[in-house]
């Protein structure tokens, strides 16, 4: 079975520029999470999918951040414009529903540097 | 949402088995506690979980305390590859049931 997809793997990028990450995850996942992991922490939610709709992004800096899964499979997230702090590792992961039981799958991960 | 508690760091020796600790002590009844692992460079991985059962599968056992208060995440014999970050995590039971990770503690398997 395929795991999460994430592309690109590593991306370096100026600061005010922008960036996009893409995520194809495990066939038939309903539920479709990204993360941030800045070096050194665990991973913080930053917006989950239920299908095509958001259920949590409460800690999205919508300002700068944006993210979109429109026909319920594939998601892109949007960092415009990237500030410097914005370095860090974007984890995309799903699971079959959002259940207390289902185990949730994480991609390798895109590696973003802001200079 | 339930937190937990972890050492920041641990070691032990090729081939013995690796005990991690993991205090959880304002869980709820139908809180699951889950355990993932990170190794340098790559994506957090799926170990094990359970709710008030001890747990066993192909990578490790989980030992759940009565009171369901703290667990032990058990790996019976420790290799290199088993360095990494290892996250203890109480569930939320929201209707998003997603995962909030803490500081995790740092494996270290010494040859």
């Known amino acids: 079975e395929a795991g999460v997809a994430q592309s690109p793997r590593y991306k370096i990028i100026e600061k005010r520029q922008s960036v996009a990450f893409w995520c194809n995850p495990i066939?038939?996942?309903?539920?479709l999470y990204w993360y941030q992991q800045i070096l050194g922490q665990g991973p913080k939610l930053l917006i989950q999918?239920?299908?095509?709709?958001?259920?949590?992004d409460s800690q999205l800096p919508k300002d700068r951040f944006s993210a979109e899964r429109l026909k319920g499979v594939d998601s892109t997230l949007k960092i415009q414009p990237a500030k410097l702090e914005d370095s860090a590792v974007y984890l995309c992961?799903?699971?079959?529903?959002?259940?207390?039981?289902?185990?949730?799958?994480f991609g390798e991960g895109s590696w973003l540097t802001v200079v | 949402d339930a937190k937990t508690t972890q050492p920041t760091s641990m070691d032990c020796a090729e081939g013995r088995a690796a005990n991690l600790p993991c205090n959880h002590s304002?869980?709820?009844?139908?809180?699951?506690v889950y355990w993932y692992r990170q190794i340098h460079s790559q994506g957090p991985q799926y170990i094990i979980h359970?709710?008030?059962n001890n747990e066993t599968n192909e990578m490790a056992s989980l030992i759940i305390t009565e009171d369901r208060k703290s667990s032990t995440l058990i790996l019976p014999h420790a290799t290199l590859r088993d360095t990494a970050v290892y996250y203890c995590?109480?569930?939320?039971?929201?209707?998003?049931?997603?995962?909030?990770f803490g500081s995790g503690t740092r494996l270290l398997v010494r040859p």
């Open positions: 304002t869980i709820s009844g139908n809180e699951y």
């Open positions: 992961a799903s699971s079959l529903v959002k259940a207390k039981r289902n185990t949730i799958y």
């Open positions: 359970g709710l008030k």
């Open positions: 995590i109480v569930r939320v039971t929201d209707s998003s049931y997603k995962l909030i």
């Open positions: 066939s038939g996942h309903a539920t």
């Open positions: 999918f239920q299908n095509n709709g958001v259920v949590d």
